[in-house]
């Protein structure tokens, strides 16, 4: 069994959700695959100046963007995965969650909030209280992280354990050194990842300069840099894998990945 995965590597412009959603729109009608996948929050950029930026472009997670989006996976047969800032009511009002959709076939598969938030978004979102989990869509177990989850192993191991054969990890990075600790994620959980990173420059009133690094990544169970794109420029790429592959946790035959564990041992 085969899948082609679609990297969707964008340059979002701030706060501009017609432009960005157009254009993503536009770059997934270009392409051929079945699983299209787009930055962190690649519907409102990323630098918040104040609450107020964020409060005036988040969504529900009913919307009428989601609404075309799951007209066109209807339409093209298609899962596509990606990041928004959701707007969540609450009794004490609305509550603010950096989060990625996965739409299927004119469904909502899956609406996750990330739970581990990195420098300011501290300050606007609330961390995510969804929990990991994978659907299967097709044949194919798919799991999802936003960024910076990266840093903490427990995000891709507990997306392993539930069974995911490929992780859709929607990322805005920063730091010069998350497309290569991809690699240790990929190999100690024996998945496929695929990191899909956003290009360009944004500043905000607090001072910060935020150049993001590109480099959108698929990486395999067994370590390969499947395709790599560029750190400064748009691109779409796509790679057709095979994601049985990773259903396979036996390193040896005295060795198996998940089997080894004695997390009885792990405080």
Not at 50 to 79: C, H, Q, V, W
Not at 218 to 241: A, H, N, Q, W
Request: contains cysteine; glycine residues 6%.
């Amino acid at each position: 069994m085969t899948i082609t995965l679609a990297l969707v590597q964008t340059h979002p412009r701030f706060l501009a959700l017609e432009k960005n959603h157009a254009h993503a729109v536009e770059l997934i009608d270009s392409t051929d695959a079945d699983v299209y996948v787009l930055p962190e929050l690649y519907l409102n950029g990323y630098a918040f100046s104040n609450l107020d930026e964020l409060a005036r472009t988040a969504l529900p997670a009913e919307n009428r963007y989601f609404d075309e989006l799951l007209a066109i996976s209807m339409e093209k047969g298609i899962a596509i995965c990606g990041g928004y800032a959701e707007s969540a009511r609450g009794d004490a009002g609305p509550t603010f969650f950096n989060s990625a959709f996965l739409i299927a076939d004119g469904e909502l598969l899956v609406n996750y909030r990330k739970t581990h938030l990195f420098f300011r978004e501290t300050q606007f979102f609330t961390a995510g209280d969804t929990g990991f989990s994978v659907v299967e869509w097709r044949d194919v177990r798919l799991g999802v992280m936003i960024c910076f989850d990266w840093f903490y192993p427990e995000a891709a191991r507990a997306l392993a354990l539930a069974g995911a054969d490929v992780i859709l990890h929607p990322s805005n990075l920063v730091l010069p050194y998350c497309q290569k600790a991809m690699y240790a994620r990929a190999v100690e959980n024996r998945v496929f990842i695929a990191t899909v990173n956003r290009v360009g420059r944004e500043t905000n009133t607090h001072g910060d300069d935020l150049t993001f690094t590109g480099a959108s990544q698929l990486v395999s169970p067994s370590g390969e840099y499947l395709v790599t794109l560029p750190i400064d420029s748009e691109e779409v790429r796509t790679v057709e894998i095979d994601p049985t592959v990773a259903r396979s946790k036996q390193i040896n035959e005295f060795n198996d990945l998940l089997a080894g564990r004695r997390p009885e041992f792990y405080r």
